[in-house]
């Protein structure tokens, strides 16, 4: 970061090499050095002057910088490894109060501990986290307005995937129903370090002001795992992990028995869950 006053940041490579941050594997570390796409992914958030930044996964601070070159109001980093932790303390003497490091595990951490509102949240999201963390901040939804965050591709074309396709499954649902999602961009393995076997993708969700229909995340989870879990066999069979009986759900819906888990629309996964709601009461 450089706001015109003092020396620049040093490059992010000798950043790494100065505090020895070889990426471990424990931590899902790739490194995005690119400032170009570090800028795009900040500017995809949109305006962050009035707004709380949370990003996940700093590293050597890449995007960081790039949140603070965009004027974000404040940004809270969550660093669960100390080696970083150290080598982000110059970027935070030189923000002027706006960032702050949290060395914790954000797998445990409560949006509203992390600071206050309106929040969005920035990330270059470490890869063996990142599902799990998309699905606790699901549940938290209320919590955030806007979340610009990249996964490995094939992740992303999962929570983008539409009914009837071989990508559409329980994580698309979950997702789709709380949040408004788009695919911005992909990034290439070379732009990380190390490099990944995989692409990445950039995905923009807004949180929608009401779910897509009326659930209960729980039960809306309950559904879809039973559902997926045998996605082959026809809902009659997959939905009898449930235990619950069967034939009231698709009487309550009209959802027909021998529809398969990819043919049906959010909403009437929803269905099955209010279903299931009543059926276990």
């Keep these: 970061m450089n706001n015109g006053e003092g020396p620049a940041s040093p490059p992010l490579r000798e950043v790494i090499e100065a505090f020895g941050l070889n990426a471990k594997r424990r931590f899902g570390q790739h490194f995005l050095l690119d400032s170009n796409l570090t800028q795009k992914i900040a500017n995809a958030a949109g305006n962050l002057r009035d707004c709380s930044v949370i990003e996940i996964g700093p590293g050597p601070g890449g995007l960081t910088r790039a949140l603070l070159d965009a004027q974000a109001k404040r940004v809270v980093a969550i660093e669960l490894d100390p080696r970083c932790v150290a080598a982000l303390e110059s970027l935070v003497q030189e923000s002027d109060g706006r960032l702050k490091i949290l060395e914790d595990d954000a797998l445990t951490v409560a949006l509203t501990d ?166 276990a009461a």
């Design 114 to 279: 992390i600071a206050p509102p309106p929040r969005r949240i920035v990330a270059n999201l470490p890869y063996n986290v990142a599902t799990p963390l998309l699905l606790k901040w699901l549940h938290e939804a209320e919590q955030v307005e806007e979340m610009v965050l990249m996964f490995q591709k094939e992740v992303g074309e999962r929570l983008c995937a539409k009914p009837g396709s071989k990508t559409y499954g329980r994580l698309s649902i979950i997702a789709q129903w709380r949040m408004e999602i788009t695919s911005l961009f992909d990034i290439g393995p070379k732009a990380f370090v190390p490099p990944p076997k995989v692409s990445s993708s950039v995905l923009h969700f807004r949180t929608r002001p009401q779910p897509l229909a009326e659930a209960d995340i729980t039960l809306l989870s309950r559904v879809t795992q039973a559902a997926f879990g045998q996605r082959r066999k026809m809902l009659r069979a997959s939905l009898k992990t449930l235990g619950v009986p069967v034939e009231p759900l698709f009487e309550e819906t009209g959802i027909l028995p021998t529809a398969r888990a990819e043919d049906l629309s959010i909403e009437e996964f929803c269905a099955l869950a209010r279903a299931l709601s009543k059926a």
